[in-house]
T-cell receptor, first 113, second 113 residues
Framework: NAGVTQTPKFQVLKTGQSMTLQCAQD?????MYWYRQDPGMGLRLIYY???????DKGEVPNGYNVSRLNKREFSLRLESAAPSQTSVYFC????????????FGDGTRLSIL | GENVEQHPSTLSVQEGDSAVIKCTYS??????FPWYKQELGKRPQLIID?????GEKKDQRIAVTLNKTAKHFSLHITETQPEDSAVYFC????????????FGTGTRLQVTL
């Protein structure tokens, strides 16, 4: 039981390049989330998917797109990477019932030059 | 939207002493308050959570208190140990099927020998 798995763990991009971050969970959770973590700013929600087939914007969605591929997988895409998107990206999942804990993956460290 | 403020940003205590971290939230409809611990380079991990129908919750050396009237909640760690050194994040959610979390900016706790 791996929990939430993110790939890749590290990535360096050049400004303007595109990239898809992958996330998969094996806990049969309904809800999945993407956060970014920047120094001194905590975790900020980018997009989330309450259930398979639905996606919604979070606090900081600009410059990102997401796809809920199936119940297990939720990907985050940067179409044209910018230096301001340098961050650590975390995927999380939860059962989807009201007020259930979110479980996080190990994160992807993304640097954009 | 919800705003969560967390204090202090850094906290240094001696081993065996107690540590208290405080958070305030702005949305009176918030009803779920988890706390996450994040060690350097690792994923955030849930350590305790509390729902608005409860005023206090304990789990061994960790306790959380909630004051709904004042809209603040606190994390208490007793008999601190070096392995408690980490960054701690509070969060708040108003529920709903996806239970979106708004995080505080984190407290770096250092437990010295």
């Amino acid at each position: 039981n791996a929990g939430v798995t993110q790939t890749p763990k590290f990535q360096v991009l050049k400004t303007g390049q595109s990239m898809t971050l992958q996330c998969a969970q094996d806990m049969n959770h309904n809800s999945m989330y993407w956060y970014r973590q920047d120094p001194g700013m905590g975790l900020r929600l980018i997009y989330y998917s309450a259930s398979e087939g639905t996606t919604d914007k979070g606090e900081v969605p600009n410059g990102y797109n997401v796809s809920r591929l199936n119940k297990r997988e939720f990907s985050l895409r940067l179409e044209s990477a910018a230096p301001s998107q340098t961050s650590v990206y975390f995927c999380a999942s939860s059962e989807g019932l009201i007020n259930q804990p979110q479980h996080f993956g190990d994160g992807t460290r993304l640097s954009i030059l | 939207g919800e705003n969560v403020e967390q204090h202090p940003s850094t906290l240094s205590v001696q081993e065996g002493d107690s540590a208290v971290i405080k958070c305030t939230y702005s949305d009176s409809a918030s009803n779920y308050f988890p706390w996450y611990k994040q060690e350097l380079g690792k994923r955030p991990q849930l350590i305790i959570d509390i729902r608005s129908n409860v005023g206090e919750k304990k789990d061994q050396r960790i306790a959380v208190t909630l004051n709904k009237t004042a809209k603040h909640f606190s994390l208490h760690i007793t008999e601190t140990q070096p392995e408690d050194s980490a960054v701690y994040f509070c969060a708040a959610s108003r529920g709903g099927t996806a239970s979106k979390l708004t995080f505080g900016t984190g407290t770096r706790l250092q437990v010295t020998l």
